[in-house]
């Protein structure tokens, strides 16, 4: 044991001695031995594991540090793999069985809407061809006549035949009679036709069918006149006719007059007045 004498760093092992200087016995070389003492040292806390060396020493801090960081990301990107990939796995076994589906030849133009001794076999045929698809058929052409026949030719209307009566050589009745009109055809015109005491009768050309046709008459009249006609004693209207402008002037007015089948007599006259000059009348048929 050490004592309040002893110098300090200096451990004692055996009995205890007094600070005096004793005579040594025969065994104390045997028994007592001065050792000097270690130096204290800070004592470092035990560890274990795959960090440390089987003989106590630490392995290198950076590089546990690195371990560590590659551990932590390594779990990181499979936790993220695997929060990832449960969703698609799911939607994936959610998706419907897709039908199966066969992807046909078009068939050619000629060949629509019949198939093809060679084309595979259909699972569905649409009721009819779309418009695109539809048979193809060539220009379809009028047909022509037949080789020697001849389209009937028209028939050609018939001439038309006009014809000219003049007053003067119709029959005058009663106080009518002529006068000289230079711008008459003529040069004469019938006068004082009227009053119920005079008249003037027009005999036609044979009509070659019955029917309305329309009449032409020449006439001079100072005033305005009027004229009653029959035609073949029946009486057919009063016309009117307008002032020429003097008693020398000659104008046309038409009549249309119904006329049979033949030979017509045409009548002027005026019951309560005198009728107009007459220069002559003009028939086409």
């Known amino acids: ?47 274990s594991g795959p960090g440390h060396n089987p003989g106590g020493e630490a392995v290198d801090e950076p590089r546990r540090r690195g ?19 449960v969703p698609l796995l799911m939607s994936a076994s959610d998706q419907p069985t897709p039908p199966d589906q066969r992807v046909l030849p078009a068939p050619t133009a000629s060949a629509w809407p019949d198939e093809s001794p060679t084309a595979p076999p259909t699972t569905q045929r649409p009721s009819r061809p779309p418009a695109s698809r539809g048979t193809v058929r060539g220009a379809q052409h009028a047909t022509p006549p037949a080789t020697g026949t001849k389209a009937p030719d028209k028939v050609a209307a018939p001439p038309k035949t006009t014809v000219s009566l003049e007053a003067e050589a119709a029959d005058l009745d009663g106080w009518a009679s002529t006068r000289r009109v230079d711008s008459a055809s003529g040069g004469r015109v019938v006068t004082r036709i009227g009053y119920r005491r005079s008249s003037l009768t027009f005999t036609t050309p044979a009509v070659p069918r019955a029917g309305d046709y329309d009449v032409v008459v020449s006439y001079v009249a100072d005033d305005r006149r009027r004229a009653e006609v029959e035609v073949g004693g029946r009486d057919v209207g009063r016309f009117e006719f307008g002032s020429t402008g003097s008693w020398e002037s000659v104008k ?21 007045g005198w009728a107009p000059d007459l220069d002559r009348i003009t028939l086409t048929y």
Not at 10 to 19: A, F, K, S, T, V
Not at 26 to 34: I, L, P, Y
């Open 1 to 47: 044991m050490s004592t309040a004498g002893d110098d300090q760093g200096e451990l004692r092992i055996g009995g205890w001695l007094p600070p005096a200087e004793l005579p040594a016995a025969a065994d104390d070389g045997q028994v007592t031995q001065v050792i000097p003492a270690v130096p204290a040292q800070p004592r470092r806390p035990a560890r």
């Open 67 to 85: 371990r560590r960081t590659a551990i932590a990301v390594a779990v990181s990107v499979a936790t993220v793999a695997v929060a990832a990939g």
């Open 252 to 272: 046309t007015m038409t009549v249309r007059l119904p006329l049979a089948a033949g030979p017509n007599i045409i009548e002027f006259s005026n019951s309560d």
